[in-house]
């Protein structure tokens, strides 16, 4: 499993990014890819989760805003990131999770301007 995360950058309040998490490595132990954030001088935090089945769960604070997706045949997670806020500044990780698999990818910087 090799996680690459892309898609971030400099956007303005009210805007849009997406983000793409691609493995370039075997699929057969992932059961669930989460997205996770972290914002400068704080922990890190969860942001959504996917499972094999496409059951999805996202953190109250992007509810709404942010939606997680998945191209098989692309072995591709995204992230739809609607009505950015300044808050959702931080770097964007993705996580492989399953059976004997925890695997995290570099990150991607989302900065959003006020």
């Known amino acids: 499993v090799q996680l690459a995360e892309s898609g971030g950058g400099l956007v303005q309040a009210g805007g849009s990014l997406r983000l793409s998490c691609t493995n370039s490595?075997?699929?057969?132990?992932?059961?669930?890819i989460t997205w996770y954030r972290q914002a400068p001088g704080k922990e890190r935090e969860f942001v959504a989760i996917i499972t094999r089945g496409r059951s999805t769960l996202y953190a109250d604070s992007v509810k709404g805003r942010f939606t997680i997706s998945e191209d098989n045949a692309k072995n591709t997670v995204y992230l739809q990131m609607n009505n950015l806020q300044p808050d959702d500044t931080a770097v964007y990780y993705c996580?492989?999770?399953?059976?004997?698999?925890?695997?995290w990818g570099q990150g991607t910087q989302v900065t959003v301007s006020s």
């Open positions: 490595g075997d699929n057969d132990c992932i059961r669930s």
């Open positions: 996580h492989a999770g399953g059976v004997g698999a925890d695997y």
